[in-house]
C-alpha cells in the first residue's frame, strides 16, 4: 500500500459528477475502497474528494482530473457508421471509457461465477483486442495529466 499512486477520476452521467481514486500499485490498478465495506469510495465534489485524501494521508497525485464522460461516450458509441472508420480520437475515448469501467468494475467485484468482468470482459475483447485494432497498441492508460 506504501507504493501506491492515487489520482483522482471524474466521472460524469446525465450531468452528475462524482468522484474516486484510481490507484496505480504493486497490487494492480483500480478504485480506492472503503476497508470495512469493500465499496468503492467516492466524492460529490472535487473538494471533497481531495479533503478526504489529505485526512487519510493518500500519496495521491492531485495535480489534475482524469474525466470519463459518460455522456460522450454513449454518444460517440451512437455515432458510429457501419460504413464509415472510426477515427483515433473517438477510438482512444471509448477504449479509455473501457478500461476505467473495468477497472471500477473489478474494484466493486462485478464479476461473473468464472472470476471475469460481467459485461466489460466480453465487450472489450469483441471490439478492441478482437479486432487487433491500432488503439490496443498504445501505452497502457494512466490517468496522468500530461
Known amino acids: 500500500m506504501i507504493n501506491n499512486i492515487y489520482y483522482p477520476v471524474e466521472f460524469i452521467v446525465q450531468q452528475e459528477h462524482r468522484y474516486a481514486l484510481w490507484v496505480e500499485g504493486d497490487g494492480g490498478d483500480g478504485f480506492l475502497k472503503d476497508v470495512d465495506s469493500g465499496s468503492v469510495v467516492y466524492a ?14 493518500l500519496n495521491a497525485n492531485l495535480e489534475g482530473i482524469f474525466e470519463i464522460n459518460v455522456d460522450l461516450v454513449r454518444g460517440l458509441i451512437d455515432s458510429i457508421d457501419l460504413f464509415v472508420a472510426v477515427d483515433a480520437g473517438k477510438c482512444s475515448v471509448i ?16 464479476e461473473n461465477e468464472a472470476g471475469g468482468d460481467v459485461v466489460l470482459g466480453d465487450i472489450l475483447v469483441k471490439l478492441f483486442e478482437g479486432c487487433d485494432l491500432p488503439s490496443m497498441k498504445r501505452k497502457a492508460i494512466s490517468p496522468l495529466v500530461q
Open 44 to 57: 460529490k465534489t472535487k473538494f471533497k474528494l481531495y479533503e478526504m485524501s489529505e485526512r487519510e494521508k
Open 95 to 110: 477504449l479509455d471509457f473501457f478500461n476505467i469501467s473495468q477497472d471500477l468494475a473489478r474494484a466493486a467485484k462485478r
